[in-house]
């Protein structure tokens, strides 16, 4: 009775502090202390959340994160995205639409860099968005391209949400979740693309002007630098030269460099880009925290072990658990921020899965993929806020657009799950 008890007080003091505006981070604190003092008294629970969120933080994977915000940070200051979007606006600017396209595939090239759907619905929304009014797309539509296909840049690598996963496991490999979110980045970027076509046909949208093989070559040029920090960080990775922590900050300095060749960015605009960066490590960086709590309170009174047995007592079908996860995944994603709903459920759901003989490497992909829906979808969406502000629309005008891209998403999530071979293949390749 008493571990029912636990389940019951930490979900509901945590859906009451989230339901009258608490915090997400405060909540997730606060709902860990009351579910510790069933068992613990006041003063001792108080001590133990505090000691855990420190405990928590104490990890050298952790540094990544910092490092990885503010590589996003100087790129999107550093003139670094308008380069990516002129390359692929030389690929496919020529085609019906081709704009939408554009989006799609800078969005994956932004998200191969700098690994933030934030940042990648702001600068390319930011750029894309005007051009796109100027040649008749409609706003919503616009909008609802650079929401979805901003989130292909938590999935292909480098990702920190990735980073995080491996914390919340217990130890699996960053390298081989790093070259696992390839092929299925890429895939969720072609649905997203197959959508966009039908809406180009429905309005009847046209193409830019072709774009000449030395206009193309020039463009190449331009943004091969860019590329090439896939090149230095996944690649020193994968080999070994460097942990992805190291490759964090390498990331730091290469597109610093870049940018000051680019003359983009200079001495005085540093303290602005550090500040900014810093504000989102410390909200990312207090959320792990909490979340960290409650997954130790969770642990300590064995909530996770008890969800995983009743998921096993439902079917012995692997592929029926993982769907019924990613419904409840789907659900909490609407709800819940990325970073708390993986420290959160990693625990709970991980162990089952593993018991049924599915890979970890796999199981946080599709895991990862199922929350980005989340930050696309209100109410607290937040690439979604990001993505209507930027288009300078509202969330009720975008909706509509949004639900074709939506499903695109799920049904890549949908063969993400049924095949597992798509995340694995390429770490398998690679002996990670």
């Known amino acids: 009775m008493e571990e029912y008890l636990s389940i019951l007080i930490l979900v509901s003091s945590f859906i009451v502090l989230m339901g009258i505006g608490v915090p997400v981070a405060w909540a997730l604190g606060f709902s860990s202390f009351l579910t510790l003092t069933v068992t613990i008294a006041t003063v001792p629970s108080a001590t133990t959340i505090a000691q855990r969120m420190g405990v928590g933080l104490d990890s050298f994977a952790l540094l990544a994160i910092p490092f990885f915000i503010l590589a996003g940070e100087i790129m999107n200051k550093g003139g670094i995205a308008n380069r990516l979007i002129n390359l692929a606006k030389a690929l496919t600017g020529r085609l019906p639409g081709g704009l939408l396209y554009v989006n799609v595939i800078a969005a994956m090239l932004f998200g191969a860099i700098a690994g933030s759907a934030a940042a990648a619905a702001s600068a390319i929304g930011g750029i894309l968005?005007?051009?796109?009014?100027?040649?008749?797309?409609?706003?919503?539509?616009?909008?609802?391209?650079?929401?979805?296909?901003?989130?292909t840049g938590l999935i292909i690598p480098p990702s920190n949400v990735l980073i995080v996963y491996s914390l919340a496991s217990g130890g699996v490999s960053i390298a081989a979740l790093f070259v696992a979110g390839y092929i299925p980045g890429l895939l969720v970027g072609l649905f997203l693309m197959i959508t966009a076509a039908i809406f180009i046909k429905k309005h009847d949208l046209k193409g830019g002007e072709v774009t000449s093989l030395k206009e193309l070559t020039r463009k190449f040029l331009a943004a091969f630098p860019s590329l090439m920090l896939l090149v230095v960080v996944i690649g020193g990775i994968v080999i070994?030269?460097?942990?992805?922590?190291?490759a964090s900050a390498i990331a730091v300095i290469y597109t610093l460099v870049l940018s000051f060749i680019y003359g983009e960015i200079r001495i005085r605009d540093l303290p602005g880009v550090l500040l900014k960066s810093s504000e989102t490590t410390a909200i990312v960086m207090l959320l792990i925290a909490t979340s960290m709590s409650m997954s130790w309170a969770m642990s300590s009174e064995n909530i996770p072990q008890s969800i995983s047995a009743a998921l096993l007592t439902l079917s012995d079908n692997k592929f029926v658990i993982l769907i019924m996860i990613n419904l409840i995944l789907l659900f909490v994603g609407t709800f819940m921020d990325m970073t708390p709903a993986v420290l959160i459920f990693t625990p709970i759901f991980l162990p089952a899965v593993v018991t049924m003989g599915i890979d970890p490497v796999h199981f946080g992909i599709m895991m990862v993929l199922n929350l980005c829906i989340g930050v696309c979808t209100p109410p607290v969406g937040s690439v979604l806020f990001i993505g209507v502000g930027v288009a300078k629309t509202s969330i009720a005008k975008v909706f509509l657009p949004l639900l074709p891209f939506f499903f695109a998403m799920i049904l890549g999530l949908l063969v993400i799950t049924l095949f597992p071979e798509l995340s694995l293949w390429l770490p398998r390749l690679f002996g990670l």
């Open 240 to 246: 070994g030269v460097f942990t992805a922590t190291e």
């Open 129 to 151: 968005g005007p051009r796109m009014e100027k040649e008749g797309y409609p706003r919503e539509l616009g909008a609802a391209v650079n929401i979805t296909s901003s989130t």
